[in-house]
């Protein structure tokens, strides 16, 4: 079986710093596209970023800038760096890729909460 295990989240103040790791185990052939969704209190889940297996990006508008994706191949590990952080980065944060085991299928890892404060 295949699964995303996060860390990385917790408390931070306006304008702080968060790393997050997210770890792909498992019987894993290949993994494509691996990315960061954010979920708010009373809001649908968002994309935040995503990177593909040849390291092109994509962020929501919102974060440009302020967060940057990354991969290490050889550890099936993305991480999210969050810089500049505010009150409304406030989300459960979830990762999310895109995984040939015995057949490609997409993963959800269970959430890692991200707090602001002002």
Known sequence: QVQLVESGGGLVQFGGSLRLSCAASG??????????????????????????????????????????????????????QMNSLKPEDTAVYYCHAYILSRVWSYYWGQGTQVTVSS
């Not at 968002?46 to 550890?75: C, H, M, P, Q, W």
């Open 27 to 80: 019987f894993i052939s290949s993994i494509g596209t691996m990315g960061w969704y954010r979920q708010a209190p009373g809001k649908q889940r968002e994309l935040a970023a995503t990177i593909s297996s040849g390291g092109s990006t994509n962020y929501v508008d919102s974060v440009k800038g302020r967060f940057t994706i990354s991969r290490d191949n050889a550890k099936n590990t993305v991480y999210l």
